[in-house]
């Protein structure tokens, strides 16, 4: 069964850090794209940051940009993303998902991404 499970989200203050992973079973991440999405309440859900399959390229959002930080190691399978200086309007629920494609689109164009994880809270507040 293919799956990607995220974890690492919480409760974060203003200003602080968090490092969401995302872990892949059933299947290897090598010749996947992997993206990071998030969906805030009552918005729709947009690209944040992108990894190309073998790490070489990278896409981010303009709102992230300086900020995050998203890498992969592929021995474990798992693919990271370092949010630092977090601010409130980073507040959302975060997905991994991995596309069909090796390489990123800069729109985070979502119909190539074929298996999402469940999500993880990230609140920032004070």
């Known amino acids: 069964q293919l799956q990607l499970v995220e974890s690492g989200g919480g409760l974060v203050q203003p200003g602080g850090s968090l490092r969401l992973s995302c872990a892949a079973s059933g299947f290897t991440l090598d010749y996947y794209a992997i993206g990071w999405f998030r969906q805030a309440p009552g918005k729709e859900r947009e690209g944040v940051s992108c990894i190309s399959s073998r790490g070489g390229n990278t896409n981010y959002a303009d709102s992230v940009k300086g900020r995050f930080t998203i890498s992969r190691d592929n021995a474990k399978n798992t693919v990271y993303l370092q949010m630092n200086s977090l601010k409130p309007e980073d507040t959302a629920i975060y997905y991994c998902?991995?596309?069909?494609?090796?390489?990123?689109?800069?729109?985070?164009?979502?119909?190539?991404?074929?298996?999402w994880g469940q999500g993880t809270q990230v609140t920032v507040s004070s």
């Open positions: 998902a991995a596309s069909l494609r090796a390489s990123c689109d800069p729109k985070f164009t979502r119909s190539p991404f074929g298996t």
